[in-house]
């Protein structure tokens, strides 16, 4: 079982910056790939970014890319996501995932453990 715990989210204006971070509990946090999703109102939650266990591959979306950078530090069970020119578009509830399968970090349903998501609100 893996507990996990987002936090960082914020009001930020347009343009500005914030680093979101989910600590996990658990001994065996290096075997898990992660992934950031996001759910706007009245949207189905989207993915964002994923790490591999080691920290080695990432992915992300089109929407984020060049602008977020996914992260982890295995030795403190924590994985990040440093989100820099952000744009009210990215307003939404963010939430971090674990999974213990390979492969694609993309679907909703390959997660196996879901954080109760922060809060993230860019004004214009």
């Known amino acids: 079982q893996v507990q996990l715990v987002e936090s960082g989210g914020g009001l930020v204006q347009a343009g500005g910056s914030l680093r979101l971070s989910c600590a996990a509990s658990?001994?065996?946090?290096?075997?898990?790939?992660m992934g950031w999703f996001r759910q706007a109102p009245g949207k189905e939650r989207e993915f964002v970014a994923g790490?591999?266990?080691?920290?080695?591959?990432?992915d992300y979306s089109d929407s984020v890319k060049g602008r977020f950078t996914i992260s982890r530090d295995n030795a403190k069970n924590t994985v990040y996501l440093q989100m820099n020119s952000l744009k009210p578009e990215d307003t939404a509830v963010y939430y971090c995932?674990?999974?213990?399968?390979?492969?694609?970090?993309?679907?909703?349903?390959?997660?196996?453990?879901w954080g109760q998501g922060t809060q993230v609100t860019v004004s214009s």
């Open positions: 658990g001994r065996t946090f290096g075997i898990y790939a």
């Open positions: 995932a674990a999974k213990a399968n390979s492969g694609t970090y993309y679907p909703t349903r390959v997660y196996d453990y």
């Open positions: 790490i591999s266990g080691s920290g080695r591959n990432t």
